[in-house]
T-cell receptor
Framework: DGGITQSPKYLFRKEGQNVTLSCEQN?????MYWYRQDPGQGLRLIYY???????QKGDIAEGYSVSREKKESFPLTVTSAQKNPTAFYLC????????????FGPGTRLTVL | DAKTTQPTSMDCAEGRAANLPCNHS???????VYWYRQIHSQGPQYIIH?????ETNEMASLIITEDRKSSTLILPHATLRDTAVYYC????????????WGAGTKLIIKP
């Protein structure tokens, strides 16, 4: 089945540790995205990538880093510089251009203790 | 991209039509209206989009007013599984991939 996988579903880390969230897609989509969602709020864009080896900052990129070495993978690292890392993180992918239907993964809920 | 305004929450009886309104009074001529929904603790799911004509697919219908300043998403026969947060998003269909997400409408389907 085609889709987007994120792992793990729940993640706990101690304050000051970097953590990497996984996102893999087999939809052959060029574009991939990372969003953050806090309780009761909409999604906010962290980073997006339109093509392999290229990515752009979204609205809240500070304290996060990404890489796009393969078309199907777009891992997100939450660094110790992110002041409020506890949140629900969603990865999405889409075709390039035109009407973009974004396909989302199941999300990773990160809790920093 | 234009801003949208949606009610915070709505109820609907199971089996009835759920009508979710969205105001986008500053929409420009080349901006489309998109609807997504998010079931609790899951990733959002695309529902439908439109420019000025009414649209229908297997999930829902989208009615856009003639002046395009507002729209309504209609779920014709709501089921308990339609309980979710529904997001109305307005954007230009071009190479800018960003979607601006508001807080959406929490729709609760009651048995």
């Amino acid at each position: 089945d085609g889709g987007i996988t994120q792992s793990p579903k729940y993640l706990f880390r101690k304050e000051g540790q970097n953590v990497t969230l996984s996102c893999e897609q087999n939809l052959n989509h060029d574009a991939m995205y990372w969003y953050r969602q806090d309780p009761g709020q909409g999604l906010r864009l962290i980073y997006y990538s339109q093509i392999v080896n290229d990515f752009q900052k979204g609205d809240i990129a500070e304290g996060y880093s990404v890489s796009r070495e393969k078309k199907e993978s777009f891992p997100l690292t939450v660094t110790s510089a992110q002041k409020n890392p506890t949140a629900f993180y969603l990865c999405a992918s889409s075709q390039r251009g035109g009407h973009i239907e974004q396909f989302f993964g199941p999300g990773t809920r990160l809790t920093v203790l | 991209d234009a801003k949208t305004t949606q009610p915070t929450s709505m109820d609907c009886a199971e089996g009835r039509a759920a009508n979710l309104p969205c105001n986008h009074s500053t929409i420009s001529g080349n901006e489309y209206v998109y609807w997504y929904r998010q079931i609790h603790s899951q990733g959002p799911q695309y529902i439908i989009h439109g420019l000025k004509n009414n649209e229908t697919n297997e999930m829902a219908s989208l009615i856009i007013t003639e002046d395009r300043k507002s729209s309504t998403l209609i779920l014709p026969h709501a089921t308990l599984r339609d309980t979710a947060v529904y997001y109305c998003i307005v954007r230009v269909a071009d190479s800018n991939y960003q979607l601006i997400w508001g807080a959406g409408t929490k729709l609760i389907i009651k048995p």
